[in-house]
Nanobody, 114 residues
């Protein structure tokens, strides 16, 4: 059974950086397309960044140039490096793995203070 566990969230000041990690267990990591989503209170869950199983990345316009997604197949982990954080980046960040089915983690809170 595929399980995803996010980590690395926390409280940071505006302009600061955080790196999120998402560990996949229970299946062969390298076949999955991975993505980070975020959901702020009262808002829908939106995609932030994605990476295919071959390493191609895509980013939401709101984070382009600030966030970088990467994957380490040897560690079954994807990362989201978040720089120049803004208060509007405050949200719960979720990791998703997709192939035939989709799997979600439970999320990690990111709070950016002004």
């Amino acid at each position: 059974q595929v399980q995803l566990v996010e980590s690395g969230g926390g409280l940071v000041q505006s302009g600061g950086s955080l790196r999120l990690s998402c560990l996949l267990s229970g299946s062969a990591f390298s076949i999955y397309h991975m993505a980070w989503y975020r959901q702020a209170p009262g808002k829908q869950r939106d995609m932030v960044a994605s990476i295919t199983n071959t390493g191609n990345t895509n980013y939401a316009d709101s984070v382009k140039g600030r966030f970088t997604m990467s994957r380490d197949n040897a560690k079954n982990t994807v990362y989201l490096q978040m720089n120049s954080l803004k208060p509007e980046d405050t949200a719960v960040y979720y990791c998703k793995a997709a192939r035939v089915y989709e799997y979600w983690g439970r999320g990690t809170q990111v709070t950016v203070s002004s």
